[in-house]
Antibody, heavy 121, light 106 residues
Framework: QVQLVQSGAEVKKPGASVKVSCKASGYTFTSYGISWVRQAPGQGLEWMGWISAYNGNTNYAQKLQGRVTMTTDTSTSTAYMELRSLRSDDTAVYYC??????????????WGQGTLVTVSS | DIQMTQSPSTLSASVGDRVTITCRASQSISSWLAWYQQKPGKAPKLLIYKASSLESGVPSRFSGSGSGTEFTLTISSLQPDDFATYYCQQYNSYSTFGPGTKVDIK
């Protein structure tokens, strides 16, 4: 069965970086993409960006351009999302989700369990 | 960027009620719209994709309709498991989620 298993909760200070992992199993990793979606406490869902595990292409949300990098390691079927220069409003649960491989316009049929990132001094 | 709105923001209903949630896009997105259900502390669950296609395993009481800029999610007979927050998502151009509609017990 398809599973996306994310790394554990993180606590970071303002200005630091965080890198969240998402290990995929149960399907051919390079036949899909991975999108990242975050949810601040009590708030809605915010799409952060997408990476194709097929060819490594990426698209990032404009508001995060320059602060976010998404990568994949096809040898371990793992996707990564790194967010730099953290601020308090980056405190959120971060989700990875399976997406289409060829373009960032996609719905998401499988999701990871979420990783809470807390930014606090 | 394409903006998404949903109405209502909160909906109080009883078991057995027919429930309709509306989602509007700021420009035409054809049928590139999905609906998700989210319960507290859990990841969203895909219910409907391409505006009206039911995801495998989702009960048939859920249905979606619409195209262009206006879409609806209908639950034909609300069940206890359906009390949750529902989000629409456009994926015509990158991705944008609506603000959500919370369905709670009347």
């Amino acid at each position: 069965q398809v599973q996306l298993v994310q790394s554990g909760a993180e606590v970071k200070k303002p200005g630091a970086s965080v890198k969240v992992s998402c290990k995929a199993s149960g399907y051919t990793f390079t036949s899909y993409g991975i999108s990242w979606v975050r949810q601040a406490p009590g708030q809605g869902l915010e799409w952060m960006g997408w990476i194709s595990a097929y060819n490594g292409n990426t698209n990032y949300a404009q508001k995060l351009q320059g602060r976010v990098t998404m990568t994949t390691d096809t040898s371990t079927s793992t996707a990564y999302m790194e967010l730099r220069s953290l601020r308090s409003d980056d405190t959120a649960v971060y989700y990875c989700a399976r997406a289409e491989p060829y373009g960032s316009g996609s719905c998401f049929d499988y999701w990871g369990q979420g990783t809470l990132v807390t930014v606090s001094s | 960027d394409i903006q998404m709105t949903q109405s209502p923001s909160t909906l109080s209903a009883s078991v057995g009620d027919r429930v309709t949630i509306t989602c509007r896009a700021s420009q035409s997105i054809s049928s590139w719209l999905a609906w998700y259900q989210q319960k507290p502390g859990k990841a969203p669950k895909l219910l409907i994709y391409k505006a009206s296609s039911l995801e495998s395993g989702v009960p048939s009481r859920f249905s979606g309709s619409g195209s262009g800029t206006e879409f609806t999610l209908t639950i034909s007979s609300l069940q206890p498991d359906d009390f949750a927050t529902y989000y629409c998502q456009q994926y015509n151009s990158y991705s944008t989620f609506g603000p959500g509609t919370k369905v709670d017990i009347k």
